[in-house]
């Protein structure tokens, strides 16, 4: 079973996502600050991180490129969900060593599918 | 006038001081000069007579007419004064040297080196009269007679030179004081400049940085804002879609029903954010262009696919003719942003009838596409507010659209973003044109300084 490290701040959008994922069959393992992400990033081992931007310490970006930066041998797939202010958030994300991103608010019925993709 | 407090000035009123004071002492210098200058006229004026009483008297002495010390007399007069003009001393007044005037040295040096020449002849001159008195030689007697005209008129030269000198002086000096009042004027002028100009580029600097500050403040609201709304719409339409697929268990009719309503006030929330937010960052300048190339026929299949649903909901065509050959060279994501919303206008004000899209390339290096409709079309005043926000064409009420009502004003601020244009021409009753021209290829503009993005 695979296993998808959600970082999210924001308890509802945490449980959107999580109720999402797990009803699809995946294992979720959560963090709500980008330092924990860090931290559990290295001792979980997820298949896919789920990246919030925003978050309360470090955020979203900065904790990817640590993430990046610890990692040995090959790379979790880490997708961002951004909030499309500026035109370059996107750029940004994958400049910081993300996969991909999702704009908020996502897609309830398309979300599923599109994580399934990264995670092939 | 604060000009006169600053430290600064007190430089320029201090210099202004000196160059006053430098002229005067010129001026007053130059009036005590013409005061000498009266004198020698008048004491060289009467060397000339005297060289001429010397010879009469010379010839009168050898007659036995005048006695030796009267011959001696005057010629110890034009010696003195002579040797005064020439090199500065004390000058005879009165033939009977009772009185005396300081003259100073002759500081004009052709004038001096004419009273040289005077003095050469002169001490020539002096000799034979002093053989004259002596031995009554006849050669001596002649070369007097013979020469006191050449002593006569080089006196005269020397007169001459000294009424020029002091006739040229005069407007010297008033040149004089004419520039010392002007340079005091110019000083004057240049100082206060000076003291505008600083205070001038002081308020200018000051604006700059309350500029580049609220730019900032713009920056970081529009990032918190995008932020804010965002995140609890996320979880509006992400729960009601769950709830609609029915993965948190089953539904009932009543139940779906509701939850759609919801899910579409979700949607159309949505919508407005984005116009809101877009609009905002192009009026604030904000607004990037990300340039690549694409096709534009590939945008308007998209844009069909998309609009499909809604189009076939009320029966209506929606026909494309968009050259495949037509490569844009612009910001694909809102090109297609353009198209989408006028092709969903186009749906939402037509009932019955079709839609056309047409793409063509011009000749001066420009796209030009249309959307055309067979709907409702609009009035000639209606036209006139059409790219303004939030006008809607609703005269009557029963035919109120949903929308955000920013829709065609975002249009155009994005067509202009990409130097382009936007028209719309229509025919009330029978349907409406949008046209659109863009350049082939965009070239942009020097990008803005602040690029900083303190929301990510």
Same mark, same amino acid.
């Given at each position: 079973m695979k296993k998808i490290l959600v970082v999210e701040d924001? $308890? +509802?959008?945490?449980?959107?996502?999580?109720?999402?994922? $797990?009803?699809?069959?995946?294992?979720? &393992?959560?963090?709500? +600050?980008?330092?924990?992400? &860090?931290?559990?990033?290295?001792? $979980?081992?997820?298949?896919?991180?789920i990246m919030d931007i925003q978050l309360p310490d470090i955020d979203g970006l900065e904790a990817t490129k640590r993430i990046r930066a610890s990692e040995a041998d090959g790379e979790i797939p880490i997708v961002a969900l951004t909030s499309y202010s500026m035109a370059n958030d996107e750029e940004k994300a994958l400049a910081a060593g993300c996969t991909g991103y999702f704009t908020k608010p996502i897609d309830p019925e398309t979300f599923a599918n599109s994580i399934a993709k990264y995670l092939e | 006038m604060d000009f006169f407090v600053r430290k600064r000035s007190i430089f320029s009123l201090g210099t202004i001081f000196?160059?006053?004071?430098v002229t005067s002492f010129f001026a007053i210098d130059t009036l005590r000069l013409q005061k000498y200058d009266g004198i020698r006229i008048n004491l060289s004026g009467r060397e000339r007579m005297l060289s001429q009483k010397m010879t009469k008297e010379i010839l009168l002495y050898n007659l036995?007419?005048? *006695?030796? #010390?009267?011959?001696? *007399?005057?010629?110890?007069v034009f010696d003195t004064t002579l040797i005064a003009l020439k090199d500065g001393g004390d000058a005879p007044l009165d033939l009977s040297m009772t009185e005396f005037e300081a003259i100073p040295e002759m500081e004009n040096k052709e004038i001096k080196e004419q009273l040289e020449e005077v003095m050469t002849s002169w001490s020539t001159f002096k000799q034979k009269i002093e053989s004259v008195l002596e031995n009554n030689d006849a050669s001596s007697v002649n070369y007097i007679i013979d020469n006191n005209t050449e002593l006569l008129d080089e006196m005269d030269a020397a007169v001459v030179m000294m009424q020029h000198n002091a006739e040229e002086r005069i407007p010297r000096f008033y040149w004089l004081i004419a520039l010392g009042i002007l340079l005091s004027v110019l000083i004057l002028i240049v100082a206060i400049t000076k003291a505008a100009r600083r205070k001038y580029v002081k308020q200018l600097e000051q604006a700059n940085i309350r500029l580049q500050e609220i730019d900032r403040l713009k920056s970081i609201f529009l990032a918190s804002m995008s932020h804010e709304l965002r995140t609890p719409l996320n979880s509006i339409i992400g729960f009601t879609g769950i709830l609609?697929?029915?993965? *948190?268990?089953?539904?009932? #009719?009543?139940?779906?029903? /509701?939850? =759609?309503?919801?899910?579409?006030?979700?949607q159309h929330l949505l919508d407005l954010i984005n116009d809101l937010l877009d609009v905002s960052k192009i009026e604030a300048g904000k607004a990037e262009v990300s340039v690549e190339e694409f096709a534009l026929a590939d945008v308007a299949n998209e844009v069909t696919e998309a609009i499909s649903p809604a189009a076939n909901k009320k029966e209506l065509d929606v026909v494309k003719e968009v050259q495949d050959e037509i490569v844009l060279l612009s910001d694909r994501r809102r090109v297609k942003q353009v198209l989408t919303n006028l092709v969903s206008n186009a749906v939402k004000f =037509?009932?019955?009838?079709?839609? =056309?899209? =047409?793409?063509?390339?011009?000749?001066?290096?420009?796209?030009?596409?249309?959307? *055309? #409709?067979?709907?409702?079309?609009?009035?000639?005043?209606?036209?006139?507010?059409l790219?303004?926000?939030? /006008?809607?064409? #609703?005269e009557s009420l029963t035919k109120k659209q949903e929308g955000t009502g920013l829709g065609l004003y975002l249009c155009k601020k994005i067509v202009d973003l990409l130097h382009g244009e936007i028209r719309a021409e229509s025919e009330y009753g029978t349907g409406s044109t949008f046209t659109v021209t863009l350049p082939l290829r965009h070239r942009s503009e020097k990008r803005r300084v602040s690029e900083e993005d303190p929301g990510s």
């Amino acid at each position: 079973m695979k296993k998808i490290l959600v970082v999210e701040d924001n $308890e +509802t959008n945490l449980y959107l996502i999580r109720f999402i994922l $797990e009803k699809k069959g995946y294992a979720v &393992v959560a963090a709500t +600050t980008g330092l924990d992400a &860090v931290a559990l990033a290295v001792d $979980e081992k997820p298949d896919l991180i789920i990246m919030d931007i925003q978050l309360p310490d470090i955020d979203g970006l900065e904790a990817t490129k640590r993430i990046r930066a610890s990692e040995a041998d090959g790379e979790i797939p880490i997708v961002a969900l951004t909030s499309y202010s500026m035109a370059n958030d996107e750029e940004k994300a994958l400049a910081a060593g993300c996969t991909g991103y999702f704009t908020k608010p996502i897609d309830p019925e398309t979300f599923a599918n599109s994580i399934a993709k990264y995670l092939e | 006038m604060d000009f006169f407090v600053r430290k600064r000035s007190i430089f320029s009123l201090g210099t202004i001081f000196v160059v006053i004071l430098v002229t005067s002492f010129f001026a007053i210098d130059t009036l005590r000069l013409q005061k000498y200058d009266g004198i020698r006229i008048n004491l060289s004026g009467r060397e000339r007579m005297l060289s001429q009483k010397m010879t009469k008297e010379i010839l009168l002495y050898n007659l036995g007419v005048v *006695s030796e #010390d009267a011959v001696l *007399s005057t010629v110890r007069v034009f010696d003195t004064t002579l040797i005064a003009l020439k090199d500065g001393g004390d000058a005879p007044l009165d033939l009977s040297m009772t009185e005396f005037e300081a003259i100073p040295e002759m500081e004009n040096k052709e004038i001096k080196e004419q009273l040289e020449e005077v003095m050469t002849s002169w001490s020539t001159f002096k000799q034979k009269i002093e053989s004259v008195l002596e031995n009554n030689d006849a050669s001596s007697v002649n070369y007097i007679i013979d020469n006191n005209t050449e002593l006569l008129d080089e006196m005269d030269a020397a007169v001459v030179m000294m009424q020029h000198n002091a006739e040229e002086r005069i407007p010297r000096f008033y040149w004089l004081i004419a520039l010392g009042i002007l340079l005091s004027v110019l000083i004057l002028i240049v100082a206060i400049t000076k003291a505008a100009r600083r205070k001038y580029v002081k308020q200018l600097e000051q604006a700059n940085i309350r500029l580049q500050e609220i730019d900032r403040l713009k920056s970081i609201f529009l990032a918190s804002m995008s932020h804010e709304l965002r995140t609890p719409l996320n979880s509006i339409i992400g729960f009601t879609g769950i709830l609609l697929q029915g993965i *948190s268990g089953a539904l009932g #009719d009543e139940q779906k029903k /509701q939850l =759609t309503m919801v899910k579409v006030s979700g949607q159309h929330l949505l919508d407005l954010i984005n116009d809101l937010l877009d609009v905002s960052k192009i009026e604030a300048g904000k607004a990037e262009v990300s340039v690549e190339e694409f096709a534009l026929a590939d945008v308007a299949n998209e844009v069909t696919e998309a609009i499909s649903p809604a189009a076939n909901k009320k029966e209506l065509d929606v026909v494309k003719e968009v050259q495949d050959e037509i490569v844009l060279l612009s910001d694909r994501r809102r090109v297609k942003q353009v198209l989408t919303n006028l092709v969903s206008n186009a749906v939402k004000f =037509t009932d019955h009838g079709q839609v =056309t899209i =047409t793409g063509k390339q011009l000749e001066n290096k420009q796209v030009e596409f249309e959307v *055309s #409709d067979t709907g409702i079309g609009m009035k000639e005043k209606e036209m006139k507010r059409l790219f303004q926000p939030f /006008q809607q064409i #609703d005269e009557s009420l029963t035919k109120k659209q949903e929308g955000t009502g920013l829709g065609l004003y975002l249009c155009k601020k994005i067509v202009d973003l990409l130097h382009g244009e936007i028209r719309a021409e229509s025919e009330y009753g029978t349907g409406s044109t949008f046209t659109v021209t863009l350049p082939l290829r965009h070239r942009s503009e020097k990008r803005r300084v602040s690029e900083e993005d303190p929301g990510s």
